[in-house]
């Protein structure tokens, strides 16, 4: 399983089944070679065995209701050349985006970069709430943060190696990339590893989170989305992400 796609048809978040498989494409030195190859638009994509739970209720409003079937864009390392997030265990920071994204109906041109594999949007005052949780509960769920976009939320701990960098890349589409590169679980002596991004396109409120190399041991990794109330949200199981069966999953 090399992408997971999720559409929304105006009430549910449903998997669509007609993704084509995906040829290895050549990587960056630190990416796996099963990363997909670029998608030629911003769609969703999936592969048919992992069903991601959800919650039903109301959309995004700059979520589409159909897509064209297309594929995951490919790992745009950016660890040497993107914002370096200089952070200790359990914090985040306020990082502009260079663009406005729209997410869940509601304009945002800042986010907040955690330490522990996740972004958020905040609240309605612009702060973010216990941004510095590294416990990643499923989805949705009332209790701060909200406003989450969650690739890989785990406890893991760039203090003991690894960095954390952000980028606006403008290739058309243009598109915000946060990246966690090698950045080891907490207590794990620098061993467990985890390499992953999340990338979000400007244009059509796309996103897409895109693994590497991971080693998640501690079994309380979440990825997933949800609103700023916490009350509407997408639950990805992470079982195929955490074994390297899942290296892409498209939100649209």
């Not at 997410?103 to 709430?129: L, M, Q, R, W």
């Not at 960095?163 to 207590?187: A, G, H, L, R, S």
């Not at 244009?203 to 609103?227: K, M, P, Q, W």
Request: hydrophobic share 30%; charged share 15%; net charge negative.
């Amino acid at each position: 399983i090399t992408c997971v796609r999720l559409c929304y048809d105006g009430t549910n978040y449903t998997v669509v089944d007609d993704t084509p498989s995906l040829a290895p494409p050549s990587e960056p030195s630190s990416i796996p070679s099963s990363t997909p190859s670029l998608s030629p638009s911003g769609t969703p994509s999936l592969s048919p065995s992992t069903s991601p739970s959800h919650t039903p209720s109301s959309s995004p409003s700059n979520i589409p209701s159909s897509e064209p079937s297309s594929m995951c864009g490919e790992f745009q390392d950016i660890s040497t050349d993107g914002n370096v997030v200089v952070l200790p265990d359990d914090e985040s920071e306020e990082v502009p985006m260079n663009n406005t994204f729209t997410f869940f109906g509601i304009d945002y041109t800042n986010v907040f970069v955690s330490t522990a594999g996740y972004v958020s949007f905040g609240d309605e005052d612009g702060d973010c709430p216990n941004c510095d949780d590294f416990r990643g509960e499923p989805f949705p769920d009332p209790v701060t943060p909200n406003n989450v976009i969650a690739p890989l939320w785990n406890d893991i701990n760039p203090e003991d190696g690894g960095n954390i960098t952000y980028k606006y890349v403008m290739n058309m589409p243009d598109k915000f990339i946060t990246q966690w590169t090698e950045v080891p679980e907490y207590e794990s002596d620098g061993n467990n590893t985890n390499t992953f991004q999340v990338a979000l396109y400007f244009d059509s409120g796309c996103i897409e989170f895109r693994y590497g190399s991971l080693i998640v041991l501690n079994g309380g990794a979440t990825a997933g989305v949800e609103n700023i109330n916490g009350t509407v949200g997408v639950n990805i199981p992470t079982a195929g992400i955490i074994d390297g069966n899942i290296t892409c999953v498209r939100l649209c």
